[in-house]
């Protein structure tokens, strides 16, 4: 049984760094073909992709904010990590981590982040 | 980045009817294309992929078609527990994007 269950500090100040982890059970990510993908959702909206990670330590980022994101990973304890540099309120969303071959087959439950000063 | 539209953006609809979703990519997406559902304070849920692939544990109502730009997700006798938002997703290129949903609603 595949699950993963996202934590974060759930709130911060603008300018601070938001560090996310989530933690899965079901699968390794050191097994051929393995990822683990970010997802937000601000209340109300879309989905916006960020970034997702893979086996063999690719990492894809969203464009639009690639120079603020850094993922990661820890094989041994089934983790894999987000981190958001600078964020500002229009980073206040829920965010998903998810396992991810081109689609997003299973969802942790999401962690609310709220920024706001 | 390949822009998703989904269409229409919100449908009335009545129990036991057959629905049609649209998503239409701005570049093909070959068969990259996966449906989710997404019901009030919970997460998405995978409903199709690759276009027109089943997923386990999803009701066999559902179903999906389309290859390139057009795509359809069709509900063969809409129930109440349906009442939902729907999303395509691309994985073909990066950075991989969500259309912005349809949502169906009771009419």
């Known amino acids: 049984q595949v699950t993963l269950k996202e934590s974060g500090p759930g709130i911060l100040q603008p300018s601070q760094t938001l560090s996310l982890t989530c933690t899965f059970s079901?699968?390794?990510?050191?097994?051929?073909?393995?990822?683990v993908g970010w997802i937000r959702q601000p209340s109300g909206k879309g989905l916006e992709w960020l970034a997702n990670?893979?086996?063999?330590?690719?990492?894809y980022y969203n464009p639009s904010l690639k120079n603020r994101l850094t993922i990661s990973k820890d094989t041994s304890n089934n983790q894999a990590f987000l981190k958001i540099t600078n964020v500002d309120t229009a980073d206040t969303a829920t965010y998903y981590c998810?396992?991810?071959?081109?689609?997003?087959?299973?969802w942790g439950q999401g962690t609310l982040v709220t920024v706001s000063s | 980045d390949v822009v998703l539209t989904q269409s229409p953006a919100t449908l009335s609809v009545t129990p036991g009817e057959r629905i049609s979703l649209s998503c239409r990519a701005s570049?093909?997406?070959?068969?990259?294309l996966h449906w989710y559902q997404q019901k009030p304070n919970e997460s998405p849920r995978l409903l199709i992929k690759?276009?027109?692939q089943s997923i386990s544990g999803i009701p066999s109502r559902f179903s999906g078609s389309g290859s390139g730009t057009d795509f359809t997700l069709s509900i063969n006798g809409v129930e109440l527990e349906d009442l939902s938002i729907y999303y395509c997703?691309?994985?073909?290129?990066?950075?991989?994007?969500f259309g912005a949903g349809t949502k169906l609603e009771l009419k």
């Open positions: 079901g699968f390794s990510l050191s097994t051929y073909g393995m990822g």
């Open positions: 690759y276009a027109s």
């Open positions: 998810a396992r991810i071959s081109s689609s997003f087959a299973y």
């Open positions: 997703q691309q994985g073909n290129s990066l950075p991989y994007t």
């Open positions: 990670i893979w086996w063999d330590d690719d990492k």
């Open positions: 570049e093909s997406v070959d068969t990259y």
